[in-house]
């Protein structure tokens, strides 16, 4: 049990490593350098789409999991006796956690998708700015 509490501990953690960097990057100044500096490491990697793939894997739940727990407090006005049972019966689900988990996986696709194409707009305009 303590293997699976530390190995979840240190996957949190790189996961919300990988978010606060992801988002420095995104939005500190100066962002051309910071954008191709970081695709020139991804790109030196012995397997460049795995560490990509996983970095933004990271990310995304990183992001998913903020705005479940914002979506979680916000449908706090969904009644406890809305549950949804299980294929077995046991476990109740309340309804407000399916709401929250749906709205935390599409919002969380969506602002890492905009948050690269508002970094990438930024580097244009920056490289445009320093001819």
Not at 56 to 64: L, Y
Request: contains cysteine; charged residues 20%; glycine residues 6%.
């Amino acid at each position: 049990m303590s293997a699976k509490l530390v190995f979840l501990t240190l996957f949190s953690w790189i996961c919300a490593g990988c978010t606060v960097h992801f988002f420095w990057q995104c939005l500190r100044p100066p962002h051309r350098l910071l954008w191709d500096r970081r695709q020139e490491f991804l790109a030196s990697a012995p397997k460049p789409k795995f560490r990509h793939y996983a970095y933004f894997v990271c990310v995304w739940i990183g992001v998913g999991y903020c705005i479940f727990r914002g979506m979680e407090e916000t449908v706090q006005w969904v009644p406890r006796s809305w549950v949804q049972y299980s294929e077995d019966g046991d476990d109740p689900i309340w309804r407000g956690d399916v709401l929250a988990s749906t709205a935390a996986f599409f919002a969380s696709l969506w602002l890492v998708g905009e948050m690269e194409k508002f970094a990438k707009k930024l580097a244009d305009i920056e490289k445009s700015l320093n001819r």
